[in-house]
């Protein structure tokens, strides 16, 4: 059975920091290229942060320089920590997983498993 379990959300003052974790099970985590994913209440889910197979990060605009992604392969784990949290960063934050290699995974229906979304609250 395949999981990916998500924890680190909160609620938080702008400005703050999170460090959110999604762990895998079930598969190799080192296949699979893995996304970060948020929706926002009244939105679609958008890709904010994806690291590939190799290592290689990507980063929607609104997040740059913000928001940095990383994975443990030894722990089948990735990370994603948020700084400068702003108010407009309010979401569920979902980890997803991609067995696709190329193109790369951009979206939703790229990705084939998904963790059950943690919420981030931030308060100006």
């Known amino acids: 059975q395949v999981q990916l379990v998500t924890s680190g959300g909160g609620l938080v003052r702008s400005g703050d920091s999170l460090r959110l974790s999604c762990a895998l099970s079930?598969?190799?985590?080192?296949?699979?290229?893995m996304g970060w994913f948020r929706q926002a209440p009244g939105k679609e889910r958008e890709l904010v942060a994806r690291i590939d197979v190799s290592g290689v990060t990507m980063y929607a605009d609104s997040v740059k320089g913000r928001f940095t992604v990383s994975r443990d392969n030894a722990k089948s784990t990735v990370y994603l920590q948020i700084d400068s949290l702003k108010p407009e960063d309010t979401a569920v934050y979902y980890c997803?997983?991609?067995?696709?290699?190329?193109?790369?995974?951009?979206?939703?229906?790229?990705?084939?498993?998904w963790g059950q979304g943690t919420q981030v609250t931030v308060s100006s």
């Open positions: 079930g598969r190799t985590f080192s296949y699979y290229n």
């Open positions: 997803a997983a991609s067995a696709r290699l190329l193109p790369a995974p951009t979206r939703v229906d790229d990705y084939h498993y």
